[in-house]
T-cell receptor, first 111, second 114 residues
Framework: RKEVEQDPGPFNVPEGATVAFNCTYS??????FFWYRQDCRKEPKLLMS???SGNEDGRFTAQLNRASQYISLLIRDSKLSDSATYLC????????????FGTGTRLTVIP | DVKVTQSSRYLVKRTGEKVFLECVQDMDHENMFWYRQDPGLGLRLIYFSYDVKMKEKGDIPEGYSVSREKKERFSLILESASTNQTSMYLC?????????????FGEGSRLTVL
């Protein structure tokens, strides 16, 4: 059983496209949710937290569906610089020892 | 900016060798972590530490040990390297223990065990 599951992709989309990734989690008691971005051969970096009410940061929108136990990341008007792997992260309890990382979804934005 | 520095970006070792991976952070964070990242498996927590001289096992501690003698430094030790420990090793630190999801990662140490 994987705590966090993502479609590995790759997603290849043209510049300007809208793309969405989903991530499912198995523990209904999970408390907090995040998206990280990892560029090729680089370390992961926090992209955004995911709030129950949904949240937006520029072209990026994150949403949480507790009933169905999934979170999503929507990227509008894709840029070449958005090409990266997007990691879904779930915190099952307070404390970092309960942070579970998905395997990531790879996005390539094509000119 | 938070800086997490891992001493070696690339290492090649032989089976049975002792391997030290060093990690230093400059933001006075209480919490430090060691993960390994493998294709198809994602990041898996090996060990973490929430204070000097304190350590806690993560999900896959077998074959590893750690040392935290100073707040800024967290070392991962492979007592006797094996080929299945070939991986990317990522160190991270956090002021909050990761409860707000924000871990600051180093650039990683890619270890190959022959």
């Amino acid at each position: 059983r994987k705590e966090v599951e993502q479609d590995p992709g790759p997603f290849n989309v043209p510049e300007g496209a809208t793309v969405a990734f989903n991530c499912t989690y198995s523990n209904s008691a999970s408390q907090s949710f995040f998206w990280y971005r990892q560029d090729c051969r680089k370390e992961p970096k926090l992209l955004m937290s995911v709030y129950s009410s949904g949240n937006e940061d520029g072209r990026f929108t994150a949403q949480l569906n507790r009933a169905s136990q999934y979170i999503s990341l929507l990227i509008r008007d894709s840029k070449l610089s958005d090409s990266a792997t997007y990691l879904c992260v779930v915190n099952e309890q307070t404390g970092a020892n309960n942070l579970f990382f998905g395997t990531g979804t790879r996005l390539t934005v094509i000119p | 900016d938070v800086k997490v520095t891992q001493s070696s970006r690339y290492l090649v070792k032989r089976t049975g060798e002792k391997v030290f991976l060093e990690c230093v952070q400059d933001m006075d964070h209480e919490n430090m972590f060691w993960y390994r990242q493998d294709p198809g498996l994602g990041l898996r927590l090996i060990y973490f530490s929430y204070d000097v001289k304190m350590k806690e096992k993560g999900d896959i501690p077998e074959g590893y040990s750690v040392s935290r003698e100073k707040k800024e430094r967290f070392s991962l030790i492979l007592e006797s390297a094996s080929t299945n420990q070939t991986s990317m090793y990522l160190c991270a630190s956090s002021p909050t223990g990761g409860a707000n999801g924000e871990l600051f990662f180093g650039e990683g140490s890619r270890l190959t065990v022959l």
